[in-house]
């Protein structure tokens, strides 16, 4: 792992100057202003009466603003990370710019799960788009792919500026926006236009829950498409064959911080935030008996389905039919959306990742008890200055090891580098080594013993 040449600084210990912008900044920020306001022109109507201008001019200063502002704050100083003024700016520290933007994801979310009929005007914005994809017009999902492809492809290119000089955060941020562009923008599109079953190739059960239920199954299996067998056994093959030998390998990570989609807008969009995210013992606590009980939850939900395909029973359908209507607003709509990533800004990155998501659960239990992936740390060089705890976006507190010497092998962790990034002295190194010994001297986190905190 590449370090920082430049001493990275602990949020607590930072001074309360605010930052102030410099040229290229402000005139980076007025283009994205204007491009939010095109935006919005083009959503309340002059998007249906001129599509492509709308598209290209709203999203293209977006875009130049964002990477403008990004090149004016990291390409003007040398390369290495620096966190000062984190906790200084409303946009980190939960001030007011940091709820105004949470509220705006939030009310996408919203409108877009329940009253999506508002955004006709934006689906017709992203016709031409869909149209020279897809060879049809935008639907509302494929709408929102666009956004969040967007997203990625803007906020990955900022993540290349600031982490210009980490060669692991250059690469894991390629794979990301590659992931996002083909396996959940371009594949699908592609095989809509030819049409056979639109599917985002880097989801599957049971984070895609719907891939292995009875009625997808049995229309992924219709005569109308070509693919769709292929398709099923794609999704199917990664759940019970990929997931296992990969995590064996490479931990979660391969996943989490390098395909999934969720992953992706994390590490990119959610970079800024990734700090907030809670430490305390009691968000531990809740994450182990809310992660897993959702996993439970989408098994039993799928098991319950089959068990009425074979067998009929009036008492499955209906369990399984409302168990599987509430589980797909309450967890994926509310949660993993309109919590997962408005709250973004208040909370931090992996809300989702952290408390709900099943296959990240799966994952864990995998990297917990039987991967090759492990944290190691040199503890005779920790300062306890606290970075790793302070950047883990997972709320591990990684401190507690390094000062131990012990490896970090938590289920929780995504391997996303950042803790071995932001550590001035090089304690920490992310390694696929050998299972024997793994578990070099760490603690039961269970059962801590008296005088030590566990994390």
Not at 106 to 114: K, P, Q
Not at 133 to 151: E, P, V
Not at 346 to 358: E, N, V, Y
Request: net charge positive; hydrophobic share 45%; aromatic share 12%.
């Amino acid at each position: 792992m590449t370090q920082s040449p430049v001493p990275t600084s602990k949020p607590g210990e930072q001074t309360t100057k605010k930052r102030q912008l410099n040229l290229g900044q402000t005139i980076s920020l007025i283009a994205v202003a204007i491009g939010g306001l095109t935006l919005m022109v083009g959503v309340a109507g002059g998007g249906d009466a001129y599509p492509l201008l709308f598209l290209l001019s709203a999203f293209g200063l977006i875009a130049a603003g964002g990477l403008g502002h990004a090149a004016a704050t990291f390409l003007t100083r040398p390369p290495g990370i620096r966190n000062e003024y984190t906790m200084s700016q409303g946009l980190t520290r939960r001030g007011t710019i940091a709820i105004l933007i949470a509220i705006v994801f939030v009310t996408f979310y919203i409108v877009y799960y329940w009253f999506d009929s508002a955004l006709t005007n934006l689906n017709a914005m992203m016709n031409p788009l869909s149209q020279m994809l897809r060879r049809k017009n935008a639907s509302i999902y494929f709408t929102y792919a666009a956004l969040y492809t967007f997203a990625i492809l803007v906020m990955g290119a900022r993540a290349f500026m600031k982490y210009r000089h980490s060669g692991y955060h250059q690469i894991r941020t390629t794979v990301n926006m590659g992931a996002q562009l083909i396996a959940a923008f371009l594949i699908p599109a592609f095989l809509v236009a030819i049409n056979e079953p639109e599917k985002y190739v880097n989801y599957f059960w049971p984070l895609s829950q719907k891939d292995l239920f009875p009625s997808t199954v049995d229309y992924m299996l219709s005569e109308e498409f070509k693919l769709g067998g292929f398709l099923l056994f794609w999704s199917a093959g990664l759940s019970f064959i990929g997931v296992p030998v990969l995590t064996y390998f490479f931990g979660k990570r391969w996943y989490c911080s390098w395909v999934c989609g969720c992953g992706a807008l994390a590490n990119t969009m959610g970079d800024q935030w990734r700090h907030l995210s809670d430490k305390r013992l009691g968000a531990w606590k809740f994450e182990r008996f809310s992660i897993y009980s959702v996993l439970l939850l989408i098994a039993g939900i799928t098991a319950m389905l089959w068990i009425h395909e074979l067998t009929g029973g009036a008492l499955t359908e209906s369990l399984s039919t409302g168990a599987k209507h509430w589980y797909g607003i309450l967890i994926m709509s509310v949660w993993a959306g309109a919590v997962g990533t408005g709250f973004y800004p208040i909370l931090g990155t992996r809300i989702w990742c952290r408390f709900g998501c099943p296959l990240a659960a799966m994952l864990g239990i995998l990297q917990k008890f039987f991967s090759r992936f492990r944290i190691t740390t040199n503890g005779s060089q920790c300062m306890s200055c606290g970075n790793c705890s302070a950047y883990c976006e997972m709320g591990i507190n990684v401190k507690w090891y390094a000062q131990r010497g012990q490896n970090i092998i938590r289920a929780s962790c995504v391997g996303c580098g950042m803790c071995a990034a932001v550590c001035p002295r090089g304690v920490l190194s992310l390694e696929n080594g050998p299972r024997n010994n793994r578990y070099r001297g760490t603690i039961d986190l269970a059962r801590p013993t008296k005088g030590r905190q566990a994390p």
